[in-house]
């Protein structure tokens, strides 16, 4: 099945943030061929002010990847809608 322009971003999204990652760049070089998403989804995650008191539920793009035999969860923040018109 061809998979949409909106996965097509998401997919290329969540490589590029990973990527990027200290737990990625640090696994070796022979390893790092295997990486793939195992899922993706919405959650909310509940950020805390570094001076206490507010909070504020965020919601995030969780994905699940794998590289080698470890796998890892990563949340990506989603941002305020912009009118675009």
Request: proline share 2%.
């Amino acid at each position: 099945m061809k998979k949409s322009k909106l996965e097509l971003a998401i997919e290329a999204h969540v490589l590029t943030g990973v990527r990027a990652s200290f737990w990625f760049r640090t696994a070796p070089e022979d390893v790092q061929g295997t990486l793939k998403i195992l899922s993706t989804g919405v959650d909310t995650h509940v950020r805390s002010s570094i001076y206490g008191g507010d909070s504020d539920d965020l919601p995030v793009l969780v994905a699940e990847v794998e590289c080698g035999e470890e796998t890892r969860k990563f949340a990506f923040s989603l941002g305020n809608a912009r009118d675009m018109g």
